[in-house]
T-cell receptor, first 113, second 112 residues
């Protein structure tokens, strides 16, 4: 079956703009995760969904970041008023439920000029 | 700061040799996972070991977990050039279901 997909694969935007990053998890996976990874570092947890609800959003750096998963499947990570420091690879993962192996998508490379 | 810390940061070996990477963490965990990443993009899950387990195997991979020392090791036997990648450990704490905390990884280079 299909793995986790993320679109776009690359996004270049200007400082101050709004961006949306999309994640399509594996069908039937109830848990969905967003991470951010900078060069030379490990993934940094942002938010975790169990079904439609955000079960843990403690990793979101500030209120410019928001994520939704309205139907318990596809999720969108939204970043308002982007800053150069937001440049990173944004990774999405899903698992059949929490505390199980996570399957990662290929990531979206965000560049804020 | 990251919960898991891998050691060493970089490791270079010859094909056929064994590679051992270590991970230390700080808080009580529910499980620990090892991932591989090529070219800085998507991660591939290797092994998940739960806090009540001490050792798991998968092919050429062996993972151990010592909860008293808050540490884990990943052993790759008979390494191949294709094993060249970054390896990360990630922990799920007892108290935060779903929140995985990654270290900064070990970069493994296997020379043919």
């Amino acid at each position: 079956g299909a793995g986790v997909s993320q679109t776009p694969s690359n996004k270049v935007t200007e400082k101050g703009k709004y961006v949306e990053l999309r994640c399509d998890p594996i069908s039937g996976h109830t848990a969905l995760y967003w991470y951010r990874q900078s060069l030379g570092q490990g993934p940094e947890f942002l938010i975790y969904f169990q079904g439609t609800g955000a079960a843990d959003d403690s990793g979101l750096p500030n209120d410019r970041f928001f994520a939704v998963r309205p139907e318990g499947s596809v999720s969108t990570l939204k970043i308002q008023r982007t800053e150069r420091g937001d440049s990173a690879v944004y990774l999405c993962a899903s698992s059949i439920r929490a505390r199980n192996e996570q399957f990662f998508g290929p990531g979206t490379r965000l560049t804020v000029l | 700061s990251q919960q898991g810390e891998e050691d060493p940061q970089a490791l270079s070996i010859q094909e056929g040799e064994n590679a051992t990477m270590n991970c230390s963490y700080k808080t009580s965990i529910n499980n620990l996972q090892w991932y591989r990443q090529n070219s800085g993009r998507g991660l591939v899950h290797l092994i998940l070991i739960r806090s009540n387990e001490r050792e798991k195997h998968s092919g050429r991979l062996r993972v151990t977990l010592d909860t008293s020392k808050k540490s884990s090791s990943l052993l790759i036997t008979a390494s191949r050039a294709a094993d060249t990648a970054s390896y990360f450990c990630a922990t799920d704490a007892d108290t935060n279901a779903g929140k995985s905390t990654f270290g900064d990884g070990t970069t493994l280079t296997v020379k043919p």
